[in-house]
């Protein structure tokens, strides 16, 4: 399995409350990815990384911030959690220069906002 | 929206059949499409994949087919077993700036 951990696994909080989710890898990947999956939407992308500080906006943005100060960790911010961000957030890498499309990912992070 | 269709949404077959999943896209500057199979609790792993100027692909029990004048693509699980029991999606992706996007998914279940 590809070296790449989430945390928390498991959150429930409230509406209005900020949440960070950590994604760590240890394989020195450069390509980062935050998707969430919702039943009837399958993967939606919201951030990427493609360099220590080099982000990039997915097609479901809006209410999340990224930071990636080391090549090893990507950071998912809710400022300001909904209802709606209620879901299973995954983190993913890819070295694409040999595989693009492959990407490697964690075992999913689920948050419910209450 | 949706960048890749795919469907059906979810299917039964019995053991040693055949399981067919269908894509379609729109976008003709993707030139990689790779399948992810995704078990309960666990992440989506890649299965296979296909670059446009191949019609066919084969692993195993697995087969892609590709359509590039219609815009379409499909996977084929022969033989299925119920290990093959999980959701399918496919994905579409542009070389040239590393977005993978997904299909909605397709639940497979594969009765004894």
């Known amino acids: 399995d590809a070296g790449i951990t989430q945390s928390p696994r498991h959150k429930v909080t409230e509406t209005g409350t900020p949440v960070t989710l950590r994604c760590h890898q240890t394989e020195n990947h450069r390509y980062m990815y935050w998707y969430r999956q919702d039943p009837g939407h399958g993967l939606r992308l919201i951030h990427y990384?493609?360099?220590?500080?080099?982000?990039d906006k997915g097609e479901v943005s809006d209410g999340y911030s990224v930071s990636r100060s080391k090549t090893e960790d990507f950071l998912l911010t809710l400022e300001s959690a909904t209802s709606s961000q209620t879901s299973v957030y995954f983190c993913?890498?890819?070295?694409?220069?040999?595989?693009?499309?492959?990407?490697?990912f964690g075992e999913g992070s689920r948050l419910t906002v209450l | 929206q949706q960048q890749v269709k795919q469907s059906p949404q979810s299917l039964i077959v019995q053991k040693g059949g055949i399981s067919i999943i269908n894509c379609a896209y729109e976008?003709?500057?993707?030139?990689?499409f790779p399948w992810y199979q995704q078990f309960p609790g666990k992440g989506p792993a890649l299965l296979i994949a296909i670059r446009p100027d191949v019609s066919e692909k084969k692993e195993g029990r697995f087969t892609i087919s590709f359509n590039k004048s219609a815009k379409q693509f499909s996977l084929h699980i022969m033989d299925s077993q119920p290990g093959d029991s999980a959701t399918y999606f496919c994905?579409?992706?542009?070389?040239?700036?590393?977005?993978?996007?997904f299909g909605a998914g397709t639940t497979v279940t594969v009765r004894a």
């Open positions: 993913a890498i890819s070295e694409s220069t040999r595989n693009p499309g492959e990407l490697f």
């Open positions: 990384s493609y360099g220590v500080k080099d982000t």
């Open positions: 976008n003709t500057a993707f030139d990689y």
């Open positions: 994905a579409a992706l542009r070389s040239n700036d590393y977005k993978l996007s």
